[in-house]
């Protein structure tokens, strides 16, 4: 399960993103607790119903979870779009997401251990 907990947003948002699209932004950083720890910023100003933020936040979290036992923390930030919340856009849009973390992952940290 990605944890939520303990994530410090101001550290992981200070660096500069790794993936952005015009639903998202995604930081990064490595981590020293061994596990992947997920934040997840969805402004009200841009989806104002609690039930349909919940569910956005449920999506971000099981598109990610085959990350859960990498090192890493991970802050992802709605910008929201002018359309109403479309599952396959959003569902797409994390995989790109996910896709730019593996990759970044594998080429700037595994090389340096």
């Not at 948002?13 to 490595?30: A, G, H």
Request: charged share 30%; aromatic share 6%; with cysteine.
């Amino acid at each position: 399960m990605l944890r939520s907990a303990d994530i410090d947003f101001n550290k992981v948002i200070s660096s500069k993103p790794i993936s952005k699209d015009k639903n998202f932004l995604v930081y990064l950083l490595k981590n020293e607790t061994g596990a992947c720890r997920l934040g997840v910023s969805i402004p009200k100003t841009k989806i104002k119903n609690a039930t349909e933020r919940n569910k956005l936040k449920r999506a971000i979290r099981h598109q990610l979870l085959e990350l859960e036992k990498a090192p890493l923390d991970i802050v992802i930030v709605y910008r929201g779009t002018a359309n109403k919340y479309d599952a396959k856009l959003i569902s797409n849009s994390l995989q790109f997401h996910k896709d730019n973390i593996i990759k970044t992952t594998e080429k700037d940290w595994k090389t340096s251990e």
